[in-house]
């Protein structure tokens, strides 16, 4: 069973940065698509970024121009940089993980922005 493991989420000031790293647990595991999601209190999950097989990528309207989504594909990781940091891009944060038949949900990483 292949685990999506997050990691990099925080407390972080209003116009700061984070960084989110997400990997899926098995070596063999081969990566297609990739994205972030983030679904804050009361609201529905929505798309933050996605980066395809080839490199291509999609942002949400909020977050464009301030994030940026990368992929290594040798450590089968995707990253989301996260710059100029607003309070309303507090939020859990969760990394979608897709192969050639399956899509992985890693847990949610809390980040939140103080004004």
């Known amino acids: 069973q292949v685990q999506v493991v997050e990691s990099g989420g925080g407390l972080v000031q209003a116009g700061g940065s984070l960084r989110l790293s997400c990997a899926a647990s098995?070596?063999?595991?081969?990566?297609?698509?990739g994205g972030w999601y983030r679904q804050a209190p009361g609201k529905q999950r929505e798309l933050v970024a996605q980066?395809?097989?080839?490199?291509?990528?999609n942002y949400g309207d909020s977050v464009k121009g301030r994030f940026t989504i990368s992929r290594d594909n040798a450590k089968n990781t995707v990253y989301l940089q996260m710059m100029s940091l607003k309070p309303e891009d507090t939020a859990v944060y969760y990394c979608?993980?897709?192969?050639?038949?399956?899509?992985?949900w890693g847990q949610g990483t809390q980040v939140t922005v103080s004004s």
């Open positions: 098995e070596s063999t595991f081969s990566l297609n698509n």
């Open positions: 979608n993980l897709q192969d050639k038949m399956w899509s992985y």
């Open positions: 980066i395809s097989i080839t490199g291509n990528t």
